[in-house]
């Protein structure tokens, strides 16, 4: 897993596969699944990011299924 955060937009994008995005999916507002044609979650991203209550050390340490759960808690 990769994580990349653009200050100016205030986006965090947590990367978990190269694959090729054919879907996106909000699951709430400003919080973004992204998917590859086999299903599979290649990233999240999170707009907004410091507005957000999020422990990012605490979701480094979950499971990718575990990471869309929370986010899409938030």
Same mark, same amino acid.
């Given at each position: 897993?990769?994580?990349?955060?653009?200050?100016?937009?205030?986006?965090?994008?947590?990367?978990? $596969?190269?694959?090729?995005?054919?879907?996106?999916?909000? *699951? =709430?507002?400003?919080? &973004? +699944?992204?998917?590859? #044609?086999?299903?599979?979650?290649?990233?999240?991203?999170?707009?907004?990011?410091?507005? $957000?209550?999020?422990?990012?050390?605490?979701?480094?340490? *979950? =499971?990718?299924?575990? &990471? +869309?759960?929370?986010? #899409?808690?938030?």
């Amino acid at each position: 897993m990769r994580i990349d955060y653009d200050p100016v937009a205030d986006a965090v994008y947590f990367h978990f $596969r190269s694959a090729e995005v054919v879907e996106s999916l909000e *699951l =709430r507002d400003g919080v &973004i +699944v992204d998917y590859a #044609a086999d299903g599979s979650v290649c990233g999240i991203e999170i707009l907004s990011y410091s507005k $957000r209550k999020i422990d990012l050390n605490r979701l480094i340490t *979950l =499971r990718e299924e575990e &990471i +869309v759960a929370e986010v #899409a808690a938030i």
